[in-house]
């Protein structure tokens, strides 16, 4: 299936150099998530999003576009955005966008169609450096591209509710209420282990090739864990962490290093 990605990309030209194809093996997305439309929640997503900045804005906690540290992550954001789209053609048509909220929790999140926030616990709590930002950034940007959230909530509207709501889903019923309920779960939604590794890997390589330095990941979860000591980080209960994350990040630094490399030479 990998092989067959990798000949998509080459015959579609969608990346001109091989330099461009992955070096990071996670093979293919899962097939249930087709049964929630990609467009469906990204609608959902963006009505969510815009729900959480006005609530944000209402509490006087949405940092303004002139304030520095938003300034910082849009920066940030803006080197890794081009990095996105090979890993989903629909990406190259989202509109990204990154704000903060003022808030003491650990914790950051993208959603479908490319909804960013950081909330300002996080950067600060954990003195995050702009390549650990950009850990963050990546392995968040990976969970929309690699359609994580598509394939939970696919999969428990299946086991819940069963094909019913999955026909209206595929536009036979009532996709209004469809998508509201589908932008409330967005909030609380749990990735598997298998889907935390994934966007481990996939966020190193965006972050690698935007010229963010690769043993920063090794370094942002070792942080992490350690700030899980007092209360633990929103963050980590919505992305559990497996014992072996940071010894698979560190496994996988090799294979980043000159797309890293190559990105600050030209930089
Ligand atoms: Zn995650």
Redesign the pocket.
Known sequence: MWDARRGFLLATGAVGADAALAQVNVGSSSQVRNLVPAETLENSARQQYSQTLSEARAQRALAPDTYPQLVRIRQIASRLIPFTGQWNPRARDWKWEVNLIGSKQLNAWCMPGGKIAFYTGIIDQLKLTDDEIAMIMG??MA?ALREHARERLAKSQVTNIGLSLASQLLGLGQLGNVAADLGTQLLTLK?SRD??SE??LVGLEIAARGGYKPEASVQLWQKMLAANGNGGPQFLS??PSGSNRIEELQSNLPKVQTLYERARQQG
């Open positions: 392995h968040e969970h990735y889907d935390e966007a481990d919505t992305h």
